[in-house]
């Protein structure tokens, strides 16, 4: 199983800020479906509480929610939402089903932090414009080449490139996993 991590940041690394995306690009919704759909995303609690309720869950995808609190989830009895108490258990056949190829960590900021060092691939979309934020996105080092650039005007005038990253050097880390 693959565990592949997506996101939008800006050129200063914001990727969120109080909650939200202070931004908006129809395209990258649109390549973010195209990538995460039909496979399981995981994602913080904060992350799912970010997302509007009419997207919630997300549609055609297994949303994997982490969060430590006892009681979150009761209210969901969708098969589609499911809680997951640590970023092992949350890749386990158990939660993302058996055969599974692969599966995408959608945020926040400490999600993707704990999962880079198992990660594979990377997709990120860099918007050519500085946003205010307080959720930064991790730095890929030198075990990350990038493999394909996409550059794009959104319909609302911001420059963007589509970025494609794989892991080139060592193993992912020691929770890879082959189910």
């Known amino acids: 199983m693959n565990i ?4 939008a940041q ?6 969120g800020n109080h909650g939200t995306m ?6 990258d919704l649109a390549h973010f479906r195209h990538l995460t759909e039909n496979n399981p995303v995981i994602m913080g609690r904060k992350t799912w509480e970010s997302l509007p309720p009419r997207f919630r869950p997300l549609p055609n995808r297994k949303n ?3 969060t430590r609190q006892p009681n979150w989830g009761t209210a969901y009895s969708n098969r589609d939402v499911i809680k997951a108490n640590s970023i092992e258990a949350a890749v386990t056949p158990q939660i993302v089903g ?5 599966v995408w960590v959608i945020g926040g900021g400490q999600i993707y932090q704990q999962y880079l060092p198992m990660a594979s691939r990377v997709e990120i979309t860099e918007i050519q414009a500085e946003f205010d934020g307080d959720t930064i996105a991790p730095v890929l080092d030198s075990n990350w080449k990038e493999i394909g650039r996409i550059k794009n005007i959104s ?7 589509f970025v494609s990253y794989l892991r080139v050097k060592g193993e ?3 929770y890879s996993l082959n189910f």
């Open 4 to 7: 592949n991590l997506i996101w």
């Open 10 to 15: 800006a050129k200063n690394r914001v990727i």
């Open 22 to 27: 202070p931004w908006h690009i129809p395209e």
């Open 64 to 66: 994997i929610v982490l």
């Open 98 to 102: 058996s055969g599974v190829k692969d």
């Open 155 to 161: 319909s609302s005038g911001i420059e963007f490139d």
């Open 172 to 174: 992912p880390g020691q």
